[in-house]
């Protein structure tokens, strides 16, 4: 006899409801450097970004949809299949910037440990949220505008949440 609550198979009630839409979770995420370090916004880390957000849609249908870039941390919003494993695609993409950084001369430590991550549950949640991501530039005294910060975008559309 097994016990139900410890099945691989068994979810929390409150994330069984996510799991029966006709889309896959839309996960909030945010992730910082070690230390608070300022090392992320240039185009160098920007380019890393966005080639390995657009190979994962490609080779994998995981689709990344707005993002921002800080100087210390990275805001963005993913979506894979059912079977996506959210750690594992973080973690490559943070080696894919690690490697960027390496070669630019950074030898610390790169990545504060962890991530925070959020499944969204309507597309309002998702426009609150990109709403308030997409002024984090403004707010910490970086540019004027939201929308002349160099190091956000969105690699494929995503509507509903």
Known sequence: MTDQNHSPRHRPPRLSIIHQTPFPPLYYITFCTHRKR??????????AFQEYSNKARLEHGVAVGRYVIMPDHIHLFVRGHYGFRLSYWIRGLRRAIS?????????????????????????????????YVWKNPVRKGL??????????????????A
């Open 143 to 160: 540019v004027k505008e939201p929308d002349d910060w160099p190091y956000s975008g969105e690699i494929v559309r995503i509507d509903r």
């Open 99 to 131: 490697d960027v950084l390496k070669t630019a001369g950074q030898t610390d430590t790169v990545w504060q440990e962890g991530f925070f991550d959020h499944a969204l549950r309507s597309s309002e949640s998702y426009s609150k949220k990109w709403d």
């Open 38 to 47: 300022h090392i992320l916004a240039n185009q160098e880390v920007h380019n």
